[in-house]
């Protein structure tokens, strides 16, 4: 049997898609038809259903499927080692956004450089790096969206709770009153956020106060890095991760506005192709991160 063949198939039954599998092998779409029913006639029974979206594998694709898998994964294995040059040194290709990865993946990967591991690291949205893990651009994504679908798998690796904070000088100005509803803090105070649509101070009014924020972004920097900075320096108030603030909170550089009873929360995804965890250096990577975690 046609190991590209298998390939192909493989791919399909993962990405649960023509169109996705294309994408991911090179090919052109007619052409994974064109292999996929080859395959079937190879074989004599039919492997996929097609549907409106996409396709579902029958049983004897699924068994196929669990069979192969594993063998054209220890072969892939074996090649990118040989073409690496140097089989005791692997390249891991992480994507996520800047600041979390900046601040708390790279230092829990950063051991594993000296057991042989090597790694590259490229910032995006989760639609951005969700998409280069697909199409094969990554080998590990960490997001705040969990992905659909056969093609991408998500574990939840840790909550980030949200902290509205302020320089102490704007903090002095408020009273209890104020800060029992947001549209009263937000016509006081000017708004540092990462883009014009507000995301994370709209999450944090909709969770706590359970309304909308009337108010325009006074400072708009895409990184929260950046938010942290300008709002320790008196632009306006902010909604940060308490990770990234927390410093900066013990140097009464920012201060909390408000210390809610059930503090807002966003869930870090760690994604992978499905069956890229069976590359040893991809799976070391993915255990480090989720061990890392458990004290985040």
């Given at each position: 049997?046609?190991?590209?063949?298998?390939?192909?198939?493989?791919?399909?039954h993962?990405?649960?898609?023509?169109?996705?599998?294309?994408?991911?092998?090179?090919?052109?779409?007619?052409?994974?038809?064109?292999?996929?029913?080859?395959?079937?006639?190879?074989?004599?029974?039919?492997l996929?259903?097609?549907?409106?979206?996409?396709?579902?594998?029958?049983?004897?694709?699924?068994?196929?499927a669990?069979?192969?898998?594993?063998?054209?994964d220890?072969?892939?294995?074996?090649?990118?080692?040989?073409?690496?040059?140097?089989?005791?040194?692997?390249?891991v290709?992480?994507?996520?956004?800047?600041?979390?990865?900046a601040?708390?993946?790279l230092?829990?990967?950063?051991?594993?450089?000296?057991?042989?591991?090597?790694?590259r690291?490229?910032?995006?949205?989760?639609?951005?790096?969700?998409?280069?893990?697909?199409?094969?651009?990554?080998?590990?994504a960490?997001?705040?969206?969990?992905?659909?679908?056969?093609?991408?798998?998500?574990?939840?690796l840790?909550?980030?709770?949200?902290?509205?904070?302020?320089?102490?000088?704007?903090?002095?100005?408020?009273?209890?009153?104020?800060?029992r509803?947001?549209h009263?803090?937000?016509?006081?105070?000017?708004?540092?956020?990462?883009?014009?649509?507000?995301?994370?101070?709209?999450?944090?009014w909709h969770?706590?106060?359970?309304s909308?924020?009337?108010?325009?972004?006074?400072?708009?920097?895409?990184d929260?890095?950046?938010?942290?900075e300008?709002?320790?320096?008196?632009a306006g108030?902010a909604?940060?991760?308490?990770?990234l603030?927390?410093?900066?909170?013990?140097?009464?550089?920012?201060?909390?506005?408000?210390?809610?009873?059930?503090?807002?929360?966003?869930?870090?995804?760690?994604?992978?192709?499905?069956?890229?965890?069976?590359?040893?250096?991809?799976?070391?990577?993915?255990?480090?991160?989720?061990?890392?975690?458990?004290?985040?």
């Open positions: 049997m046609d190991l590209a063949l298998l390939r192909t198939f493989v791919t399909v993962r990405a649960g898609s023509f169109t996705r599998a294309a994408a991911l092998l090179g090919l052109s779409q007619p052409a994974v038809t064109g292999q996929i029913r080859t395959l079937e006639r190879q074989l004599g029974r039919p996929f259903l097609r549907q409106a979206r996409g396709v579902t594998p029958t049983t004897i694709g699924d068994e196929l669990q069979r192969a898998a594993p063998h054209l220890a072969l892939l294995e074996i090649t990118e080692a040989e073409l690496d040059g140097d089989s005791a040194v692997r390249t290709h992480l994507t996520g956004p800047p600041e979390f990865t601040l708390r993946a230092p829990a990967l950063t051991p594993l450089t000296g057991q042989g591991l090597a790694l690291t490229s910032f995006g949205t989760a639609e951005e790096s969700l998409d280069g893990l697909a199409a094969g651009r990554h080998d590990i960490i997001t705040t969206a969990r992905p659909r679908g056969g093609l991408l798998s998500a574990t939840a840790c909550d980030e709770e949200h902290v509205l904070v302020a320089a102490p000088r704007w903090a002095a100005r408020l009273g209890p009153d104020d800060l509803t947001g009263v803090v937000l016509e006081q105070l000017p708004v540092v956020e990462v883009h014009e649509t507000l995301p994370l101070v709209s999450r944090y969770s706590v106060f359970e909308r924020p009337a108010a325009a972004g006074a400072v708009i920097a895409p929260l890095r950046a938010v942290l300008a709002t320790a320096a008196g108030l909604v940060l991760p308490r990770y603030c927390e410093e900066a909170l013990a140097q009464g550089r920012v201060v909390a506005l408000l210390e809610p009873p059930v503090p807002p929360l966003r869930t870090y995804f760690l994604v992978v192709r499905t069956g890229t965890l069976a590359h040893p250096h991809v799976a070391r990577a993915h255990e480090c991160l989720l061990r890392a975690a458990a004290e985040w």
